[in-house]
């Protein structure tokens, strides 16, 4: 069995999310071997909130376009539903509700006018996950606050057909759904049946991983990880 542990500062080369560590000797691997990820620390450094990223709500009233911009910052579900209303009272035409579930993680917006979720960045988010959407209401069944909900940790040294990640990529090695708010760092474990194949004769002196998002883009502003790599 070996135990490797990563962090990204060790890193030769890359960032924080898109690293390759040296290893102090040729890792050789011939014949069967499976693999797990423990010990998994990630920093919570993406607000809820990103200028440029998630932070514009387009809405369509009549033939008419509206969109209103939200602060960068992070947001706990009921503050960034008494912000929305704000900006939707000031900038769009109706009597504007919005209100967040906490217990069900559930956002819903509401108007005496017929009404639209038809775009904007922070739009586009919510209507990617369930929603139903009314004549006069629209509620995102599953809205988030941590900033991201979910990070998967892949490597392209471990890529085999026996795992599926999303968009059918093969070098995903641990899906973590962040439940932890911003600021802080999640810690997180395997389960302890869980392992992953690996590649037969593997033989490297580097290893290379990347932290992605829900849609397989790369992470860029998670400070460092670290996590513990063993190889049975």
């Known amino acids: 069995?070996?135990?490797?542990?990563?962090?990204?500062?060790?890193?030769?080369?890359?960032?924080?999310?898109?690293?390759?560590?040296q290893l102090p000797e040729t890792l050789a691997l011939e014949g069967k071997h499976t693999a797990r990820v423990d010990s998994f620390r990630l920093p919570?450094?993406?607000?809820?909130?990103?200028?440029?990223?998630?932070?514009?709500?387009?809405?369509q009233v009549g033939a008419t376009t509206y969109t209103v911009t939200l602060p960068q910052q992070n947001f706990?579900?009921?503050?960034?539903?008494?912000?929305?209303?704000?900006?939707?009272?000031?900038?769009?035409?109706?009597t504007w509700s919005v209100t967040y579930d906490v217990n069900n993680i559930s956002m819903t917006i509401s108007c005496s006018n017929n009404f639209s979720v038809v775009g904007g960045t922070y739009g586009a988010q919510l209507l990617s996950r369930a929603n139903v959407q009314t004549a006069k209401s629209f509620k995102s069944l599953y809205c988030?606050?941590?900033?991201?909900?979910?990070?998967?940790?892949?490597s392209p040294n471990f890529t085999n057909l026996s795992t599926i990640g999303p968009n059918g990529s093969h070098d995903t090695l641990m899906s973590i759904t962040v439940t932890m708010p911003y600021g802080s760092v999640q810690d997180n474990e395997m389960p302890q049946t869980v392992w992953f194949d690996v590649p037969g004769?593997?033989?490297?002196?580097?290893?290379?991983?990347?932290?992605?998002?829900?849609?397989?883009?790369?992470?860029?502003?998670?400070p460092?990880?670290?996590?513990?790599?063993?190889?049975?």
Do not use: E, H, W
């Open 144 to 154: 988030p606050v941590q900033g991201i909900d979910v990070v998967y940790l892949c």
């Open 224 to 232: 460092n990880i670290s996590f513990l790599l063993t190889i049975d």
């Open 1 to 21: 069995m070996k135990l490797i542990f990563v962090d990204s500062r060790d890193r030769v080369s890359g960032t924080p999310c898109d690293f390759t560590i």
């Open 201 to 222: 004769n593997t033989c490297t002196q580097q290893l290379s991983f990347q932290l992605r998002d829900r849609n397989y883009n790369l992470l860029n502003i998670v």
């Open 76 to 94: 706990d579900g009921p503050t960034l539903a008494s912000t929305l209303q704000s900006l939707l009272v000031a900038n769009v035409p109706g």
């Open 44 to 59: 919570i450094a993406v607000p809820t909130i990103q200028t440029g990223v998630n932070d514009t709500l387009s809405i």
